[in-house]
């Protein structure tokens, strides 16, 4: 799912002011003549628009499930093409499914603003007030200051900074947050190490001579040693792997968890089944430390090898420390630049705090929560995120001009502006993001409706059944994380993790064992631009290559699966309790396997 602002707040760092010309070799290219190839090319769009669904037709014919995976193979050819914008690709669910007879528009239309949406939505308006006031970029300022400058510290506290704030926003906003602040710490200490052409210092020598003003240099990654070319390939990486672990930490900041927990609610209706703000975060910050810890190894070990590594706690030579002072320095004059604590930024962060307070106490499990004081299913995360918002709209962008704050009392107030109005909404609120969830849910709806997902949990049962549930989880692990990197993680996550609870009812296997790894998953997209916008955010900075990114995400994929199993087979086995079949299962089992209570 990609952001188009997001990627133009982060290409427009690149935006080359030099003026344009056409080289002779241009003007030859120009002038060619255009055939056939050129002609399918420019069209592709449109002709893919047709094509597509005429190939995938025969589907139709294979009943409910046939038409089912119809649309969301359609859907995918659409995404992965681009032959219309992204959210547009999102309103086929409301076109084809009811068309199809697979579910009427009174069911899909509801998908689009559900109350799990609605919670993303309150994250995402957070995440923009926050972004408006510069909090963010405060917040990771300070924290630089303390973890160090040496390059393998300063990535570890970037890293650890952006999965921080990634645990409450979306990992598109995070990295859309953090991605401009790390580029410009890595123009502040790389351009002065870039190497001179001497035809250009001759210009530039002769330019201070006539007193003229001298463009402002660009960061030029060609320019720099490999040593220097490595660390700000590794600084923007892990910008875009923080952003994307970070998610996994709390069940409302990506697409992904909030699917998850639609699933959960809808399969097991007033029922306790041990998920909550609170335990999820119980669950998922142990590994995310873990994924945490992979992701900074093996980004520094491939792009700055072993020697680096093994440097780490070696004593720095002269240069290296006149490097880090450099860099530190560069970290306190951005600091410096903002300026105290803004009236809106102390607004924006205590808001923010209340409303993470208030999903964390809404329903911890371990003790009652807030929402026990009103009528069960009535009151949820929702709401309360909307209070947050509501106050957003309505508390002031600067201090408050009363009478008795004012020096002068003989001129008449002056209302302040709010944290955040509608204009600013219009102008960079994410909606997309919205409909593309939207789209998710009522995929995964229709994969539930249409039998789809009791389909493909028979035939993985048929073909993996002799495993045991171990090795089961890992196949579905592997399969939902290779998937991820050709789809978007709430496309996945819509498709599988129905699939996983139908599977695990099928086996009689606790209904967390599977879905939860399919949950995570997701967010593992690692490997190439297209599968998330944090990787198309980075990549569109230019400073990392396209192999750079898939050979660093195979491995790191392959860490992740073996972290999330073992976390599974261990701390959440015992957190979950999923050494037995649950009550909650069986009250509301589908019969598939013909005897519903055999599993007890």
Not at 516 to 537: E, K, R, V, Y
Request: aromatic fraction near 12%; include cysteine; charge should be neutral.
């Amino acid at each position: 799912m990609l952001v188009s602002h997001d990627l133009f707040v982060v290409s427009c760092i690149n935006a080359s002011s030099f003026p344009s010309f056409q080289s002779p070799s241009s003007n030859l290219k120009m002038s060619r003549r255009y055939g056939w190839f050129d002609e399918i090319r420019t069209f592709f769009p449109t002709i893919w628009l047709i094509l597509a669904p005429l190939i995938l037709s025969p589907l139709l014919f294979l009943g409910q499930e046939g038409k089912c995976t119809f649309v969301i193979l359609t859907m995918s050819c659409y995404w992965v093409a681009e032959v219309v914008p992204l959210a547009v690709t999102s309103f086929i669910p409301m076109i084809a499914l009811p068309f199809l007879g697979i579910v009427g528009i009174k069911q899909v239309a509801p998908k689009y603003f559900a109350d799990t949406n609605i919670v993303f939505f309150n994250s995402l308006m957070l995440s923009l007030a926050v972004e408006e006031c510069q909090l963010h970029k405060r917040i990771a300022l300070k924290m630089l200051t303390y973890v160090g400058t040496r390059p393998h510290w300063l990535m570890a506290g970037f890293m650890i900074i952006t999965s921080f704030i990634s645990l409450w926003i979306s990992d598109t906003a995070c990295c859309a947050l953090m991605a401009p602040i790390a580029y410009a710490l890595l123009e502040e200490i790389m351009i002065p190490k870039m190497r001179r052409d001497k035809k250009i210092e001759e210009i530039e020598n002769t330019k201070v001579l006539e007193n003229e003003e001298i463009e402002e240099r660009k960061l030029d990654t060609s320019k720099l040693s490999a040593r220097d070319r490595g660390i700000c390939k590794c600084m923007m990486l892990l910008v875009a792997h923080a952003s994307l672990i970070g998610g996994t930490g709390t069940i409302n900041s990506t697409g992904p968890n909030l699917i998850f927990r639609d699933n959960i609610e809808k399969n097991f209706p007033n029922e306790d089944h041990g998920i909550s703000y609170l335990s999820w975060m119980a669950f998922a910050i142990p590994p995310m430390i873990f994924y945490m810890f992979s992701s900074w190894f093996i980004v520094q070990l491939q792009f700055l090898g072993p020697r680096h590594m093994m440097g780490m706690f070696k004593k720095p030579t002269e240069s290296e420390k006149e490097e880090e002072e450099f860099a530190r320095k560069a970290v306190l004059k951005s600091y410096n630049q903002l300026g105290p604590m803004t009236w809106a930024e102390k607004s924006t962060l205590v808001i923010f705090l209340l409303a993470v307070l208030s999903w964390i106490s809404s329903d911890p499990k371990v003790i009652p929560g807030w929402s026990d004081l009103f009528k069960k299913g009535y009151v949820t995360d929702s709401c309360s995120g909307l209070v947050a918002v509501f106050l957003l709209f309505i508390w002031p962008k600067n201090k408050p001009d009363l009478r008795m704050f004012r020096k002068d009392k003989n001129r008449a107030s002056v209302r302040q502006e709010p944290l955040i109005d509608w204009d600013c909404v219009r102008r960079r609120f994410p909606w997309s993001i919205i409909l593309l969830l939207g789209a998710g849910f009522a995929i995964s709806e229709a994969v539930k409706v249409s039998g789809l997902s009791t389909l493909i949990a028979y035939n993985l049962n048929s073909t993996i059944s002799s495993l045991p549930l171990f090795g089961m989880q890992v196949i579905l692990s592997i399969v939902v994380v290779v998937m991820t990197e050709f789809s978007t993680n709430s496309a996945t996550a819509s498709i599988f993790i129905p699939i996983s609870f139908t599977l695990a009812e099928s086996v009689c296997a606790h209904p967390l064992y599977f879905s939860i790894p399919t949950a995570i998953g997701p967010s593992f997209s690692f490997m190439l631009p297209m599968a998330t916008p944090a990787n198309a955010i980075v990549y569109e900075t230019k400073t990392i290559r396209m192999i750079d990114m898939v050979s660093c995400g195979v491995l790191l994929n392959i860490f992740c699966i073996v972290i999330t199993v073992i976390n599974m087979n261990t701390w959440a086995y015992w957190l979950f309790n999923m050494g037995t079949y649950p009550d909650y299962a069986i009250r509301h089992a589908t019969n598939l396997t013909g005897n519903s209570t055999h599993c007890f």
